[in-house]
């Protein structure tokens, strides 16, 4: 066996084989590594613009609420304003008869 002959066979033992073996089971998992990657980048970003999405409901929700209160609390002051000042009428005019 000469040189020239050594040289056209690839595989000459076991571990050449196993070499091939690795090297396509590297390749198979970085491929994997890859595509997860991927896949966890675009669950952060649906997780970050759900979560931007309800800080948005929450502050419309929040606003919504405050315009309630003040509203309840411009009826409420306003009807025991009213309740009050009516009362003391009432009771200046039972004094006038």
Same mark, same amino acid.
């Given at each position: 066996m000469n040189s020239g002959e050594k040289n056209k066979n690839m595989i000459e033992n076991t571990k050449d084989i196993f070499y091939i073996v690795l090297s396509f089971c590297i390749f198979w998992l970085t491929v994997f590594l890859c595509w997860g990657l991927y896949y966890l980048a675009q669950t952060f970003r649906q997780t970050n613009e759900i979560i931007s %999405?309800?800080?948005e409901r929450v502050a419309h929700l929040t606003d919504i609420?405050?315009?309630i209160? %003040?509203?309840a609390?411009?009826?409420v002051t306003k009807k025991a304003f009213g309740f009050m000042t009516g009362a003391g009428k009432e009771a200046k005019n039972k004094k006038k008869k």
């Open positions: %999405s309800m800080r609420v405050d315009l209160k %003040s509203k609390l411009g009826f």
